[in-house]
């Protein structure tokens, strides 16, 4: 039997034609599941599916095999759509095409009864209408995730699926903290002729003589070449092209002059000439391609004369916070209210990445959200950051909304502490992150999930873990998850040392302006010793040891 099965994120086709297979049909029987308005007496909007992709693929196959050694057809299609389906819309279509239309009903009644119990694909919860309580509940208990990312594991999953951005040419003036895409090489010798490295006199580098007599002047800016001979000098000024080869320079400090002619008092060793070509020759490699174009590379490129070097774009970042809870800092909360901190968190951080950041925020209802975004806009964002709702709470919709946007979610769980709840989503070069709405787990996530990913968007490899000792003691409970634990790294005497912050919760938000590290602490690991050597990862704006 010709078997062929989908899972898809988009809505299903309005019609599928017969699976063709070898020899002529006498059925076609074909089924649509549609979501009803109303799901355990609740109104509900949408539903939402969750699967483990190559796992329900790999079922739903096995399934249709064995019920087709009872009820032999011809070919069966499967498409099952996945993340939130609006109600109204199909979730599945199945279509089977037999010889006889009784063993097609047979096989398609037998695979619906037993896709749910046999597949793993959940109805993970039910958004509800505007307007209305939400139930609580899941519809179906989540079920537990095959073992939530590893920490490696999501590092290695954003490093290698987020792809650097198309480069751009840019003004010098632009191209502070970007990437360079290019290797620029030097176009000239620089310097470009001899110059005089002094303000003194030129004389041939062989003419000890005590006394010269001026013949030109050269200012920083003249060009007259010219030659020499012994007992000839010429004034030349710091800059000075020289006026011909075989020379040096005696400091005005050494000479004294009477009208146009001088008197060396001391004959120095040093020929005080900065030779052509002595700081880079034409071809010389001076930036490579991947450089993050610091102050110092921007002067050499100006230097150069690469006035438009080719570098990663801006990328356009979007941070929308949820959660009804807040109110914006300038506001004094009511009751159960609280002031929102990671707008201010994510401003602050991204202060030293060149991009273009969009903030807002999205009401707590999946429906009035949607219709809050602009669509065409939104696919024009390359980053987009939605805080809060990534958990599983009866209002958290980040992954639904997501999906609904085209993400394919690459993992919604890693095994991290702060930070659990982090959605990864990727939707052809675009990248989306749903960040737990804890400001201590934001500020977590956003230095090992975030950080990496822009700095692959821009053409990097990324931030990696270094080691330093503790300072102190770093004593907890043990956990089974590994923590970034928030810590402040100093230099004492020139060496670098890890102090642990306190902190007790994700939630925390007094250990941030002294944290500028995270200590990687292994998972069951209660008590680090002072002077343990650890691996840690630079915050934002940390000085490297
Ligand atoms: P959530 O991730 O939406 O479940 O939120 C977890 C906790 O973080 C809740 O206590 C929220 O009130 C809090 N929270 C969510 N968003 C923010 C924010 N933007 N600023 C400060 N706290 C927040
Ligand atoms: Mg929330």
Same mark, same amino acid.
């Given at each position: 039997m010709k078997i062929e099965v989908q899972l898809t994120g988009s809505p299903l086709a309005e019609s599928y034609s017969p699976l063709s297979t070898?020899?002529?049909?006498?059925?076609?029987?074909?089924?649509?599941?549609?979501?009803?308005?109303?799901e355990r007496g609740q109104p509900v909007a949408a539903l939402e599916y969750e699967t483990y992709a190559e796992m329900a693929l790999r079922e739903i196959r096995r399934l249709?095999? =064995?019920?087709? $050694?009872?009820?032999?057809?011809? *070919?069966?299609?499967?498409?099952?759509?996945?993340?939130?389906?609006?109600?109204g819309e199909a979730a599945v279509y199945i279509g089977v095409v037999s010889l006889h239309r009784a063993e097609a009903i047979a096989l398609l009644g037998e695979f619906l009864d037993r896709l749910k119990q046999s597949v793993p694909i959940w109805k993970r919860r039910m958004v509800p209408v505007a307007g209305t309580v939400p139930s609580k509940t899941a519809i179906s208990a989540p079920k537990p995730r095959a073992g939530a990312c590893s920490l490696d594991g999501a590092l290695a999953e954003i490093r290698s699926r987020c792809q650097p951005l198309p480069a751009v040419p840019a003004p010098l003036a632009e191209a502070f903290g970007r990437v360079l895409r290019e290797t620029v090489c030097a176009p000239e010798d620089m310097p470009p002729f001899d110059r005089s490295a002094r303000d003194g006199y030129a004389i041939l580098s062989t003419d000890a003589a005590g006394h010269f007599q001026v013949v030109d002047t050269l200012d920083a800016?003249?060009?007259?070449?010219?030659?020499?001979?012994?007992?000839?000098?010429?004034?030349?000024?710091?800059?000075?092209?020289?006026?011909?080869?075989?020379?040096?320079?005696?400091?005005? $400090?050494?000479?004294?002059?009477?009208?146009?002619?001088?008197?060396?008092?001391?004959?120095?060793?040093?020929?005080?000439?900065?030779?052509?070509?002595?700081?880079?020759?034409? /071809?010389?490699?001076?930036?490579?391609?991947?450089?993050?174009?610091?102050?110092?590379?921007?002067?050499?490129l100006g230097a150069a004369g690469c006035v438009q070097?080719?570098?990663?774009?801006?990328?356009?970042?979007?941070?929308?916070?949820t959660g009804d809870e807040l109110v914006s800092p300038q506001q004094t909360p009511k009751p159960g209210q609280i002031r929102? =901190?990671?707008?201010?968190?994510?401003?602050?951080?991204?202060q030293n990445v060149p991009c273009d950041l969009e903030q807002n925020h999205?009401?707590?209802?999946?429906?009035?959200?949607?219709?809050?975004?602009?669509?065409?806009?939104?696919?024009?964002?390359?980053?987009?950051?939605?805080? *809060?709702g990534a958990s599983v709470g009866a209002k958290d919709f980040s992954r639904p909304l997501l999906e609904r946007l085209g993400f394919e979610?690459?993992?919604?769980?890693?095994?991290?502490?702060?930070?659990?709840?982090?959605?990864?989503?990727?939707? /052809?070069?675009?990248?989306a992150f749903g960040l737990p709405g804890n400001p201590l787990a934001h500020f977590v996530c956003f230095h090992f999930a975030v950080a990496l990913a822009l700095a692959r968007l821009a053409g990097e490899s990324g931030p990696v873990f270094l080691r330093a000792p503790l300072a102190a003691k770093l004593e907890d409970e043990p956990c089974p998850r590994e923590t970034l634990w928030p810590a402040h790294l100093e230099w004492n005497s020139g060496a670098?040392?890890?102090?642990?912050?306190?902190?007790?919760?994700?939630?925390d938000l007094s250990c941030l302006p002294a944290a500028n590290t995270l200590i990687r602490v292994p998972a069951n690991q209660a008590i680090l010793e002072a002077g343990t050597e650890v691996d840690f990862l630079p915050a934002a704006g940390m000085v490297c040891p």
């Open positions: 070898v020899g002529a049909h006498g059925a076609f029987v074909e089924f649509r599941g549609i979501i009803r308005g109303e249709l095999e =064995s019920i087709a $050694e009872r009820h032999p057809c011809l *070919g069966v299609r499967v498409v099952h759509r996945t993340g939130a389906v609006p109600v800016a003249d060009w007259r070449p010219r030659s020499l001979q012994p007992g000839q000098a010429v004034r030349v000024a710091t800059g000075s092209a020289l006026p011909c080869g075989g020379l040096r320079v005696v400091m005005q $400090e050494h000479v004294e002059r009477e009208g146009s002619r001088i008197r060396v008092l001391e004959h120095e060793h040093a020929s005080n000439i900065r030779l052509r070509g002595e700081d880079m020759q034409a /071809g010389q490699p001076l930036v490579q391609a991947g450089a993050r174009l610091n102050a110092g590379a921007l002067a050499l070097p080719l570098v990663s774009p801006r990328p356009r970042v979007a941070h929308f916070t929102d =901190s990671n707008s201010t968190l994510i401003r602050g951080l991204l999205l009401t707590e209802d999946f429906e009035t959200a949607w219709r809050q975004l602009d669509p065409k806009r939104l696919a024009k964002v390359d980053l987009l950051l939605v805080s *809060g979610i690459i993992f919604s769980q890693v095994n991290v502490r702060p930070g659990k709840p982090l959605i990864f989503g990727i939707n /052809g070069r675009r990248v670098p040392r890890l102090h642990p912050m306190v902190w007790a919760s994700s939630g």
